[in-house]
């Protein structure tokens, strides 16, 4: 089993800055691609962005395109999500996945075999 826990979500006002992290613990050497999934209220979730975890590929929704960066340290089995320029509509819940597969589609949050609790991020406009 693999143990995900966030932090550093909070209020921040429209054009702001946070930064997420997500630490992994248990069986991190089965992780091959660690993400951030966000959900706001009375939607579904909506994948945000995903990084392999040898290579360092990453992958991001094109509402963040250019605003967010998703990064890692696997020394720490860390995952950090840098958001930007934020939107009241990037309120939601973020939640820190991660997939055993490489063969996992990042953009499909089913393809997540591990979460996190989330977090709550919440823009003011």
């Known amino acids: 089993q693999v143990q995900l826990v966030e932090t550093g979500g909070g209020l921040v006002q429209a054009g702001g800055s946070l930064r997420l992290s997500c630490a992994a613990s248990?069986?991190?050497?089965?992780?091959?691609?660690m993400g951030w999934v966000r959900q706001a209220p009375g939607k579904e979730r909506e994948f945000v962005a995903a990084?392999?975890?040898?290579?360092?590929?990453?992958y991001y929704a094109d509402s963040v395109k250019g605003r967010f960066t998703i990064s890692r340290d696997n020394a720490k089995n860390t995952v950090y999500l840098q958001m930007n320029s934020l939107k009241a509509e990037d309120t939601a819940v973020y939640y820190c996945?991660?997939?055993?597969?490489?063969?996992?589609?990042?953009?499909?949050?089913?393809?997540?075999?591990?979460w996190g609790q989330g977090t709550q991020v919440t823009v003011s406009s």
């Open positions: 996945a991660a997939a055993r597969s490489r063969n996992y589609y990042a953009p499909n949050p089913g393809s997540y075999d591990y």
């Open positions: 248990g069986r991190t050497f089965s992780i091959a691609a």
């Open positions: 990084i392999n975890w040898s290579g360092g590929s990453t």
